[in-house]
């Protein structure tokens, strides 16, 4: 895959920053690059750039991927914020993430 070739997908995904959980959904990915729309609720501080997360999310084919992430850039989507959108810069890139990438 191209380094600039992005996958559009739509998977569950849940990010974890301490004791915080929000859920939210994978909307595409690349081999370096992960974009997250993620739940209204979360905490301003949280989707600022540079914070790291645990994103976890289910493959396609059932594998658990569990990635460490960097907030890259986020912002509230208008016009009322009704989610948060977020690209993850992926700080880790576990066997079973390299196993998805491959295979989509």
């Known amino acids: 895959m191209s380094?600039?070739?992005?996958k559009i997908v739509k998977l569950k995904a849940e990010l974890l920053s301490g004791s915080?959980?929000?859920p939210g959904f994978v909307e595409?990915?690349?081999?370096?690059?992960?974009f997250i729309s993620a739940s209204p609720t979360?905490?301003?501080?949280?989707?600022s750039r540079g914070k790291t997360f645990n994103?976890?999310?289910?493959?396609?084919?059932?594998?658990?991927?569990n990635l460490t992430c960097?907030?890259?850039w986020s912002y509230k989507t208008p016009p009322y914020g009704y989610?948060?959108?977020?690209?993850?810069?992926i700080?880790?890139?576990e066997t079973p993430y390299k196993d998805i990438i491959n295979v989509l």
């Open 3 to 6: 380094p600039l070739s992005k």
């Open 20 to 22: 915080h959980r929000y």
């Open 28 to 34: 595409s990915f690349s081999k370096d690059d992960v």
């Open 42 to 47: 979360m905490l301003e501080d949280d989707s």
């Open 55 to 65: 994103l976890k999310f289910t493959s396609p084919c059932g594998k658990k991927v």
């Open 70 to 72: 960097r907030v890259k």
């Open 83 to 89: 989610t948060n959108s977020i690209g993850l810069e």
């Open 91 to 93: 700080l880790n890139q």
